[in-house]
């Protein structure tokens, strides 16, 4: 019998983490899996997409994104991020960052080009570089304060190595990167030639005074950086698909083919409240962060009290845990996860998950707080009551 699937396509799983989402609602669960909100997203962004419907916003945007929010991106990414930007050269609008993510490797990455990736690592990024047709190098993050080791970074770059993915701060890890961490990776990729793609989804989400730092604001990097964010995680819209992109106009304009012959464009009224979004005062971002804090310190405490060893996230909103003595002497993440899950428990992601060698992280398993105080409450009683 003739198989159907392409060799790229047999590469590669379904996700895992949308996979758990799947169980956990088959099991009632409580889904600390996926990075989603169970909250409502700001009002006046929503009130903004209504208008933008009632004023029969229906029709395609221009392929690369409304200049409207275009010029919103390209203002904050200037002023937060310190990498001017101009939304007429600079900045394209996916579908997501994940859309983005998968753009910019499509418009870089020839067959045979490496990458390098920082493991754990959030789970697309294997998949987008195969579908890419390159081949991904790992460089380990160590637990538990996910620290890098600058000897094995150095000896993944090589020949062949085109770009370097930076996600920061961290999926799964919380790590936020620091400065000095940030100009090392810089000034490999000025001496190796290569291109920072920095993936900065959660670059509001920060907590006990963690400063988030854009590797393309660094000395030399303006030129050969992709700066990928988006409105999912700071604006609670995971569903909207609006995320963007930040690049010099030579590698803009690649993405923008890539990005036009994938998805042609981005939901056209969710742009025009994205821009809404955008423009909320500070008052917005310091209450977002307040409120993760908050959420971040329940999940923290019922973890650290069952016995999980816990990694104390620096921004992005999860936590990522060892297992120790919870797991059973052989129990593997994924049964560990299963039982925790089962007969209305709480869903998590597998540790293996994130890393290239599935038995690898296979003693560490991944909660989401992104969730309602009383989502979070409740998943700590009965964390309570199965782990006691
Ligand atoms: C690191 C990271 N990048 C990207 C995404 C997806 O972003 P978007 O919803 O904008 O596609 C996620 C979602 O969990 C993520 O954790």
């Not at 221009?62 to 991020?81: F, P």
């Not at 460089?139 to 993915?165: H, M, Q, S, Y």
């Not at 819209?237 to 464009?265: N, P, Q």
């Not at 996860?337 to 992280?361: E, I, K, N, Q």
Request: proline fraction near 4%; aromatic fraction near 10%; glycine fraction near 8%.
């Amino acid at each position: 019998m003739r198989r159907w699937a392409s060799k790229k396509a047999e590469r590669f799983e379904e996700s895992v983490i949308r996979e758990m989402t799947r169980i956990s609602t088959l099991e009632n669960g409580i889904n600390l899996a996926q990075g989603f909100p169970d909250f409502e997203a700001p009002l006046p962004m929503k009130e903004a997409a209504k208008r933008a419907i009632d004023a029969d916003i229906n029709q395609y945007a221009i392929t690369w994104g409304s200049e409207l929010l275009r010029e919103a991106v390209a203002k904050r990414t200037s002023e937060y991020n310190r990498i001017p930007a101009s939304g007429g050269s600079n900045v394209t609008i996916c579908c997501g960052a994940t859309e983005a993510m998968i753009a910019t490797m499509l418009a870089v990455l020839d067959p045979g080009d490496e990458v390098i990736l920082f493991e754990p690592f959030y789970e697309n990024y294997g998949p987008d570089c195969w579908i890419s047709g390159a081949v991904p190098k790992f460089c380990r993050l160590a637990a538990p304060d996910w620290a890098i080791d600058f000897d094995e970074l150095e000896r993944a770059f090589g020949e062949k190595t085109r770009a370097i993915v930076i996600n920061t701060p961290h999926n799964p890890t919380g790590k936020v990167f620091s400065r000095s961490e940030l100009e090392h990776i810089a000034r490999l990729c000025i001496e190796h030639d290569v291109l920072a793609i920095t993936d900065e989804i959660y670059e509001y989400i920060l907590y006990d005074g963690a400063e988030h730092i854009s590797i393309g604001s660094l000395a030399g990097m303006a030129d050969r950086t992709v700066t990928i964010s988006g409105l999912s995680k700071t604006w609670s819209a995971t569903g909207w698909r609006i995320g963007w992109c930040i690049a010099a106009e030579e590698i803009s304009l690649a993405i923008r083919k890539m990005h036009d012959f994938l998805t042609v464009g981005a939901p056209a009224p969710l742009q025009e409240a994205a821009a809404a979004a955008l423009g909320f005062g500070e008052s917005y971002f310091a209450s977002l962060q307040r409120e993760y804090t908050e959420r971040r310190n329940v999940l923290l405490e019922v973890l650290e009290e069952t016995g999980f060893g816990v990694s104390r996230p620096q921004g992005a909103y999860y936590i990522m845990c060892d297992l120790g003595d919870l797991a059973r002497p052989a129990e593997t993440d994924t049964e560990f996860a299963m039982r925790l899950l089962r007969d209305g428990g709480v869903a998590t992601v597998p540790g293996s998950s994130f890393y290239a060698d599935p038995t690898t992280g296979n003693r560490e398993i991944r909660f989401c707080f992104a969730k309602k105080l009383e989502t979070l409450r409740k998943a700590a009683a009965v964390l309570r009551e199965r782990l006691a």
